[in-house]
Each structure stands twice: as C-alpha cells, then as structure tokens.
C-alpha cells in the first residue's frame, strides 16, 4: 500500500509540473504582414494575436524587453503570425502567458533557456522630489503615450532608446542597434498611463532626451549603470509546421 502511494505521488508530481495547454489553439501565418507591433487580446480564457512576429509573441508571453531575446533566425522578427486560442476554463493573465508559451515551444519545437549575466543596463527610478504621474495626464497631441506598468513601459524604453530622433517629421525612425536592457527600480506598483512630451535638440541623443524628458515631466531618473539581467536564449526554432485544420476557439 505504501509503494502504491509513492507511486501516485510521483504521477502527481509530475501532472502538476505539466505546463498548462490551451483547450483549442489555432496559430498560423498572418495571411500579410503590416509590419507593426501586433495586436493582442487578452479575455478570461481567451487570447487572440493579429499580426504579430514571433520575437514580439514571444515578448508578450515572456514578458521579457526584445533587448532580453537572443538568438534565433531572421525570420523570427519578419514573418507574423495569427493565433485564436481558448482555455477550458476562465484564466488570469499569468496563465494564459505560459499557456501561449507553451504552444510556442511546442508548434515551432522551440528550445529556449534563461541566461543571467552582469551586462550594461539603464536603471529606471525615482528623481528628487518624487514622481509627477497623474491618473489622467495632458500632454501635446504629438506627444508619446503608454499605459501599463512602469515594468513594461521600462521595456517598451528599452526600444525607444535605440530610435534615433528626426527634424523632418515626415522622415519615419527606425530602432538601430542593439537596445540595451532597462530595469525598473521606481518600486511604484499598478498600471499608470504617460503622456509625454519629447522635444530633442539639434544632434541630441535619445538618451538625453529621454534623460530630461522623464525627469521633468515625470519625476523618474534614467541612468547608465551595470547589473544582473536575463536574456531568454533561442537555442533551436523551426517554421511553422502545417498542421490538420482545427476549429477555432469559440
């Protein structure tokens, strides 16, 4: 009896650590790419992806900066793909990011690992005298806006700091270069929304611009530091496979 009883404490074991899998999950290529950030909605037990890479996917299911992905094909940030998946029950956030994880790995026979190193970083914080974030903030109508935590905006920094600022409005900006990770050190909790107003000099660096812009409207501090950051690794990824039609989520 005793035997018995490890035995399904082992099979147990195991069924917990199962990554948890979505009910119905239809993944396939977009049928063009736009060339944009994606579109992701997230329901209880739903999620429906438009038009996304599989580097920015894998940022949302990761939570992770595209600064914090390494590895990989070209193709991982050129082809997009759609996805309408659905889980046998209501699910939080949380849980649906390691259900989309899962799919992932397992339609792209994914290999991925966590590398943590000291690397250069930026360290978002809070400047003397304390953050200026109001509920409903008013800014320019060119201005720059986000909503979200001040964890992904620190992410969504971490690109913004790579684009290189033009006189010419009409002239588009392109990230260039290896963006470098942005750690959010503010220690303020919950979602907030940003309007910011972005004004760089001649020949001004996005850094500094970046730099005064938070400082003064914001109350934050960014600053050049080293530290300890993650990078996911994309050890092995393949293309989509053609898989059998499949219903999609209801």
């Given amino acids: 009896m005793r035997l018995a009883v490890l035995v399904l404490s082992a099979i147990s074991g195991l069924c917990a650590q199962s990554p948890p899998a979505f009910e119905v999950a239809v993944l396939k290529p977009s049928k063009a790419n736009i060339g944009h950030d994606g579109e992701f909605r997230f329901d209880p037990g739903r999620i429906s992806v438009r038009n996304a890479t599989l580097r920015r ?85 060119r201005s720059w806006r986000f909503h979200g935590t001040l964890k992904e905006f620190a992410a969504r920094l971490s690109t913004q700091l790579t684009i290189p600022f033009s006189n010419d409005p009409a002239t588009p900006s392109f990230a260039t270069g290896a963006a470098i990770p942005v750690i959010d050190k503010t220690g303020i909790e919950g979602e907030v929304t940003i309007a910011i107003d972005l004004r760089p000099d001649a020949g001004g660096d996005a850094f500094t611009v970046w730099q005064r812009a938070l400082r003064e409207q914001l109350g934050l501090r960014l600053e050049s530091s080293r530290g300890v950051a993650d990078a996911l690794v994309i050890d092995h990824v393949m293309k989509l496979s053609a898989d059998p039609p499949q219903a999609p989520a209801k």
């Fill in 57 to 141: 996917i894998m940022v949302e299911a990761w939570q992770i900066p595209y600064s914090q992905i390494t590895g990989g094909p070209a193709w991982l940030t050129s082809d997009e793909f759609d996805i309408d998946a659905k889980a046998d029950a209501p699910a939080t956030p949380a849980e649906m990011r390691r259900m989309l994880q899962a799919l992932l790995i397992d339609r792209f026979h994914m290999a991925v690992r966590t590398d943590s190193r000291e690397r250069k970083i930026y360290v978002l914080s809070v400047a003397k005298g304390g953050p200026k974030l109001t509920p409903d903030p008013v800014a320019p109508p």
